[in-house]
């Protein structure tokens, strides 16, 4: 009966550490009002270059930073809670290691994000060329790439993809094969069929940028 006894207690004490290790293991997987840190930082930056920020990129995740998440949220077919949790980092291009509140950070720089760039230009280019040939296909692609090495643009696949006003994002699907074998073409092989300073397309041809190309139903512009 002593052995008994002894076991629940040990069973008692064992849940309670995990009521209290989960949550805080969930809170270092995410960022909300309260946080603070390089990562808060690095998530400032990027709502700010965006369009979605217009406060100080100071590393505390306050009541601004809360509404600009919750606008990037919105924008971009995610619930709009106000906070950075797995869906949202990976739509930012941010990869949430360590702990929420304190000055440990990720890069957001290595081989996993950018295999998630390169799956989200695949999701873009099979939204924005559905039905387009291979070569309209290539030339969305292109256009994305140019936008991410011009000085006016955002310097990442998921900065451009996901700056205010750009693109339509709320619907993106899985990408098709061909998708993804543009995607393939333009930035692992190099081919390209646009100079690098064609910034725009659309499915109109009347604008006031210079055209360069009409390209299956896409017009594509300097």
């Known amino acids: 009966m002593r052995g008994l006894n002894r076991s629940i ?8 550490i995990l009521c209290i290790a989960v949550p805080e293991m969930a809170d270092a997987a995410m960022l909300r009002q309260g946080s603070s ?17 217009n406060g100080n990129v100071d590393g505390i995740f306050g009541s601004g930073t809360a509404q600009a998440v919750k606008y990037f949220q919105k924008k ?3 619930t709009a809670d106000g906070i950075v949790g797995e869906a949202t980092a990976r739509a930012l291009g941010l990869s949430l290691t360590g702990s929420s ?32 040939p291979y070569k309209g296909k290539v030339a969305v692609a292109a256009v994305v790439l ?34 993804e074998a543009a995607v393939t073409s333009v930035f692992i092989n ?11 397309f659309r499915n109109s ?10 390209i299956g139903g896409n017009y594509f512009y300097y």
């Open 190 to 200: 190099g081919n390209t069929v646009l100079p690098s300073d064609v910034l725009f």
């Open 37 to 53: 840190g390089e990562q808060v930082k690095m998530l400032q930056s990027k709502l700010k270059r965006w369009g979605y920020y």
């Open 146 to 179: 140019n936008r991410v090495k011009s000085s006016s643009f955002p310097n990442s696949i998921s900065g451009v993809i996901y700056q205010k006003g750009q693109f339509s994002t709320s619907s993106l699907k899985a990408p098709n094969a061909a998708a």
């Open 205 to 214: 041809g009347s604008w006031d940028h210079e055209l360069y190309a009409k």
């Open 76 to 78: 971009n077919g995610l």
């Open 9 to 16: 207690v040990a069973l008692l004490a064992l849940l309670l």
């Open 101 to 132: 509140g304190g000055g440990s950070s990720s890069s957001g720089g290595s081989s996993n994000s950018g295999d998630k760039d390169l799956y989200l230009l695949a999701k873009l280019v099979h939204g924005e060329s559905r039905g387009e």
